[in-house]
Protein backbone atom coordinates (compact mmCIF):
# COMPACT_ATOMS: atom_id res chain seq x y z
CA UNK A 1 0.00 0.00 0.00
CA UNK A 2 1.67 3.64 -0.59
CA UNK A 3 0.50 5.95 2.02
CA UNK A 4 2.72 9.00 0.63
CA UNK A 5 -0.13 11.53 -0.13
CA UNK A 6 0.82 14.86 -2.66
CA UNK A 7 3.15 17.00 -0.13
CA UNK A 8 5.17 20.03 -0.73
CA UNK A 9 7.70 20.62 1.78
CA UNK A 10 9.45 24.33 1.91
CA UNK A 11 12.37 25.12 3.89
CA UNK A 12 12.42 28.82 4.68
CA UNK A 13 15.53 30.95 5.75
CA UNK A 14 16.18 31.91 8.81
CA UNK A 15 13.28 29.87 10.75
CA UNK A 16 14.55 27.17 11.95
CA UNK A 17 11.44 25.74 10.28
CA UNK A 18 10.50 23.02 8.01
CA UNK A 19 7.00 23.65 6.30
CA UNK A 20 3.93 20.87 4.59
CA UNK A 21 1.35 21.74 2.79
CA UNK A 22 -1.08 19.59 0.86
CA UNK A 23 -2.57 21.77 -1.96
CA UNK A 24 -1.41 20.49 -5.12
CA UNK A 25 -0.44 24.28 -6.61
CA UNK A 26 2.79 25.72 -5.54
CA UNK A 27 1.59 29.07 -5.01
CA UNK A 28 -0.77 27.95 -2.86
CA UNK A 29 1.31 25.90 -1.17
CA UNK A 30 3.97 27.88 -0.46
CA UNK A 31 0.82 30.44 1.01
CA UNK A 32 -1.01 27.87 3.32
CA UNK A 33 2.07 25.15 4.37
CA UNK A 34 1.57 24.41 7.94
CA UNK A 35 4.68 23.65 10.34
CA UNK A 36 5.24 20.49 10.91
CA UNK A 37 9.39 20.99 12.58
CA UNK A 38 10.26 23.96 14.95
CA UNK A 39 13.03 24.29 17.28
CA UNK A 40 17.23 25.07 17.90
CA UNK A 41 18.22 21.86 16.46
CA UNK A 42 17.18 22.41 12.92
CA UNK A 43 17.54 25.51 10.73
CA UNK A 44 16.63 23.68 7.17
CA UNK A 45 18.34 25.69 4.34
CA UNK A 46 18.27 23.21 1.84
CA UNK A 47 16.38 20.05 1.16
CA UNK A 48 16.55 16.85 -1.23
CA UNK A 49 14.43 13.52 -1.13
CA UNK A 50 14.52 9.93 -2.56
CA UNK A 51 12.23 9.07 -5.63
CA UNK A 52 10.86 6.54 -2.64
CA UNK A 53 9.41 9.24 -0.75
CA UNK A 54 11.23 7.76 2.17
CA UNK A 55 14.25 10.17 3.06
CA UNK A 56 14.97 13.82 3.07
CA UNK A 57 18.05 15.38 3.42
CA UNK A 58 18.49 18.51 4.73
CA UNK A 59 21.13 20.93 5.35
CA UNK A 60 20.86 23.11 8.05
CA UNK A 61 22.27 26.63 8.35
CA UNK A 62 25.66 26.99 9.93
CA UNK A 63 26.28 23.55 10.21
CA UNK A 64 28.99 20.89 8.62
CA UNK A 65 26.08 18.32 8.45
CA UNK A 66 23.69 17.01 6.59
CA UNK A 67 20.66 15.43 8.77
CA UNK A 68 18.04 12.65 7.54
CA UNK A 69 14.42 13.87 8.14
CA UNK A 70 12.08 10.95 7.62
CA UNK A 71 9.22 12.01 5.12
CA UNK A 72 6.66 8.46 6.22
CA UNK A 73 6.78 9.72 9.95
CA UNK A 74 7.18 13.37 10.00
CA UNK A 75 9.96 13.42 12.10
CA UNK A 76 13.74 13.99 12.17
CA UNK A 77 16.15 10.52 12.63
CA UNK A 78 19.05 11.07 14.95
CA UNK A 79 21.49 10.30 11.55
CA UNK A 80 24.13 13.51 10.89
CA UNK A 81 26.51 13.00 8.63
CA UNK A 82 29.60 15.26 7.94
CA UNK A 83 30.58 16.76 4.81
CA UNK A 84 33.18 19.83 3.66
CA UNK A 85 32.89 23.17 4.78
CA UNK A 86 29.68 24.71 4.58
CA UNK A 87 27.55 23.22 2.20
CA UNK A 88 25.26 24.99 0.57
CA UNK A 89 23.61 22.90 -1.98
CA UNK A 90 22.23 19.33 -2.18
CA UNK A 91 21.09 17.16 -4.68
CA UNK A 92 20.21 13.38 -5.06
CA UNK A 93 20.25 10.77 -8.08
CA UNK A 94 17.14 10.08 -9.74
CA UNK A 95 18.01 6.28 -8.61
CA UNK A 96 18.23 7.51 -4.83
CA UNK A 97 21.44 5.53 -4.19
CA UNK A 98 23.90 8.51 -4.14
CA UNK A 99 23.33 12.16 -2.58
CA UNK A 100 25.57 14.71 -3.73
CA UNK A 101 26.66 18.38 -1.20
CA UNK A 102 27.88 21.49 -2.69
CA UNK A 103 30.44 22.71 -0.19
CA UNK A 104 30.99 26.31 -0.97
CA UNK A 105 33.92 27.03 1.82
CA UNK A 106 36.03 23.78 0.60
CA UNK A 107 35.25 24.52 -2.97
CA UNK A 108 34.42 20.47 -3.73
CA UNK A 109 31.48 18.05 -3.73
CA UNK A 110 30.50 15.41 -0.82
CA UNK A 111 29.37 12.26 -1.91
CA UNK A 112 26.71 10.53 0.28
CA UNK A 113 25.66 6.96 0.03
CA UNK A 114 22.24 6.46 1.01
CA UNK A 115 22.48 2.97 1.90
CA UNK A 116 25.07 3.37 4.89
CA UNK A 117 24.36 7.51 5.02
CA UNK A 118 28.44 7.76 4.92
CA UNK A 119 30.79 9.73 3.13
CA UNK A 120 32.46 7.88 -0.02
CA UNK A 121 33.93 10.53 -1.63
CA UNK A 122 34.89 14.39 -2.46
CA UNK A 123 34.81 15.99 -5.86
CA UNK A 124 37.15 19.53 -6.54
CA UNK A 125 34.66 22.17 -8.17
CA UNK A 126 35.55 25.66 -8.94
CA UNK A 127 35.88 28.89 -6.50
CA UNK A 128 33.01 28.89 -4.61
CA UNK A 129 30.35 26.43 -5.70
CA UNK A 130 26.61 27.69 -4.89
CA UNK A 131 24.33 25.32 -6.43
CA UNK A 132 23.88 21.77 -8.32
CA UNK A 133 21.21 19.99 -10.14
CA UNK A 134 21.08 16.22 -11.81
CA UNK A 135 20.76 15.23 -15.22
CA UNK A 136 16.91 13.10 -15.09
CA UNK A 137 18.91 10.32 -16.86
CA UNK A 138 21.55 10.36 -13.44
CA UNK A 139 24.71 10.52 -16.09
CA UNK A 140 25.27 13.91 -15.28
CA UNK A 141 25.33 16.63 -12.57
CA UNK A 142 26.06 20.39 -13.23
CA UNK A 143 27.89 22.94 -10.15
CA UNK A 144 27.58 26.47 -10.07
CA UNK A 145 30.58 28.46 -9.17
CA UNK A 146 29.87 31.80 -7.98
CA UNK A 147 33.68 32.36 -7.87
CA UNK A 148 34.58 31.53 -11.25
CA UNK A 149 31.13 32.64 -12.96
CA UNK A 150 30.86 28.74 -14.27
CA UNK A 151 29.35 25.51 -13.82
CA UNK A 152 31.72 22.30 -13.62
CA UNK A 153 29.81 19.26 -14.95
CA UNK A 154 30.58 16.04 -13.57
CA UNK A 155 30.07 12.28 -14.96
CA UNK A 156 28.56 10.76 -12.32
CA UNK A 157 30.03 7.11 -13.54
CA UNK A 158 32.85 7.91 -11.91
CA UNK A 159 32.58 11.18 -9.92
CA UNK A 160 35.18 12.76 -11.68
CA UNK A 161 34.78 16.59 -13.21
CA UNK A 162 34.35 16.26 -17.15
CA UNK A 163 34.77 18.79 -19.85
CA UNK A 164 35.63 22.44 -19.78
CA UNK A 165 33.73 24.78 -17.46
CA UNK A 166 30.71 26.61 -18.41
CA UNK A 167 30.95 30.09 -18.66
CA UNK A 168 27.44 31.80 -17.36
CA UNK A 169 26.36 35.07 -16.05
CA UNK A 170 27.76 36.71 -12.85
CA UNK A 171 27.90 34.91 -9.66
CA UNK A 172 25.71 32.07 -10.44
CA UNK A 173 23.64 30.63 -7.65
CA UNK A 174 21.46 28.27 -8.22
CA UNK A 175 20.84 25.81 -11.43
CA UNK A 176 17.47 23.72 -11.95
CA UNK A 177 17.35 21.02 -14.71
CA UNK A 178 13.96 20.59 -17.51
CA UNK A 179 12.62 17.58 -16.48
CA UNK A 180 13.19 16.51 -20.46
CA UNK A 181 17.06 16.90 -19.42
CA UNK A 182 17.15 19.66 -22.23
CA UNK A 183 18.25 22.74 -21.01
CA UNK A 184 19.61 23.99 -17.13
CA UNK A 185 18.48 27.08 -15.83
CA UNK A 186 21.16 29.41 -13.88
CA UNK A 187 20.27 32.53 -11.37
CA UNK A 188 23.06 34.87 -11.66
CA UNK A 189 22.49 36.89 -8.53
CA UNK A 190 25.32 39.42 -9.73
CA UNK A 191 23.78 39.95 -13.27
CA UNK A 192 20.46 39.94 -12.65
CA UNK A 193 19.23 37.47 -14.90
CA UNK A 194 18.85 33.43 -15.61
CA UNK A 195 20.83 31.67 -18.10
CA UNK A 196 20.14 29.20 -20.05
CA UNK A 197 22.41 25.95 -20.49
CA UNK A 198 21.56 23.58 -23.75
CA UNK A 199 22.73 20.37 -22.23
CA UNK A 200 23.49 18.60 -25.90
CA UNK A 201 26.17 20.33 -26.23
CA UNK A 202 26.21 22.10 -22.84
CA UNK A 203 26.03 25.46 -24.28
CA UNK A 204 24.68 29.08 -23.02
CA UNK A 205 22.30 30.58 -25.29
CA UNK A 206 19.97 33.76 -24.57
CA UNK A 207 19.19 34.84 -21.26
CA UNK A 208 16.12 35.92 -19.13
CA UNK A 209 15.85 39.53 -17.00
CA UNK A 210 14.43 39.02 -13.67
CA UNK A 211 14.96 40.95 -10.84
CA UNK A 212 17.40 42.32 -8.48
CA UNK A 213 19.53 39.35 -7.04
CA UNK A 214 17.67 36.40 -8.24
CA UNK A 215 18.83 33.46 -5.94
CA UNK A 216 16.91 29.98 -6.15
CA UNK A 217 15.39 28.15 -9.38
CA UNK A 218 12.67 25.86 -9.11
CA UNK A 219 11.16 23.97 -12.50
CA UNK A 220 8.15 22.27 -11.88
CA UNK A 221 7.68 18.69 -12.66
CA UNK A 222 5.95 18.84 -15.77
CA UNK A 223 8.37 21.40 -17.21
CA UNK A 224 5.76 24.11 -18.16
CA UNK A 225 7.31 27.09 -15.67
CA UNK A 226 10.18 28.19 -13.11
CA UNK A 227 9.38 29.79 -10.04
CA UNK A 228 12.72 32.22 -9.13
CA UNK A 229 13.59 33.41 -5.66
CA UNK A 230 15.58 36.18 -4.75
CA UNK A 231 18.09 36.84 -1.86
CA UNK A 232 16.73 38.31 1.44
CA UNK A 233 13.07 38.79 -0.37
CA UNK A 234 9.82 36.93 -0.09
CA UNK A 235 9.01 37.88 -4.04
CA UNK A 236 9.11 35.43 -6.91
CA UNK A 237 9.27 35.33 -10.03
CA UNK A 238 7.03 32.77 -12.65
CA UNK A 239 8.86 32.08 -16.14
CA UNK A 240 6.87 30.64 -19.06
CA UNK A 241 9.45 27.92 -19.57
CA UNK A 242 7.64 27.06 -23.18
CA UNK A 243 9.13 30.74 -24.85
CA UNK A 244 11.19 31.53 -21.81
CA UNK A 245 9.43 35.13 -21.01
CA UNK A 246 8.19 36.30 -17.16
CA UNK A 247 4.58 35.71 -16.58
CA UNK A 248 3.51 39.25 -15.27
CA UNK A 249 5.06 41.07 -12.42
CA UNK A 250 6.53 39.38 -9.69
CA UNK A 251 4.90 38.44 -6.57
CA UNK A 252 5.41 38.21 -2.54
CA UNK A 253 4.71 34.48 -1.33
CA UNK A 254 5.01 35.43 1.96
CA UNK A 255 8.21 33.41 2.59
CA UNK A 256 11.97 33.26 1.60
CA UNK A 257 12.15 30.31 -0.31
CA UNK A 258 15.24 28.21 0.31
CA UNK A 259 13.93 24.84 -1.04
CA UNK A 260 10.76 23.51 -2.69
CA UNK A 261 10.05 20.22 -3.36
CA UNK A 262 6.74 17.76 -3.93
CA UNK A 263 6.43 14.37 -3.07
CA UNK A 264 4.70 12.79 -5.14
CA UNK A 265 1.80 10.32 -4.51
Not at 152 to 181: E, R, W
Amino acid sequence: MNLLKPMFFVAVACSHSLFAAGPTNWQEAVKTSSLISKGPTINPMVITYTPDGHWAYILTSGSNNVTVYDLTTNTLTNVSIAVGTTPVDIAVTPNGTTVYTVNSGSNNVSVIDVATNTVTGTISVGHNPQGIAIAPNGLLAYVVNEGDNTASIINLGTNVVTGSPIALGTSPSDISITPNGNYAYVTNTGSNNISIITLSNNTVGSSISVDTNPDRIFITKDGKYALVGYEGSTMATKIILSNNSVSGPSFDVGLQLQSLFMRNP
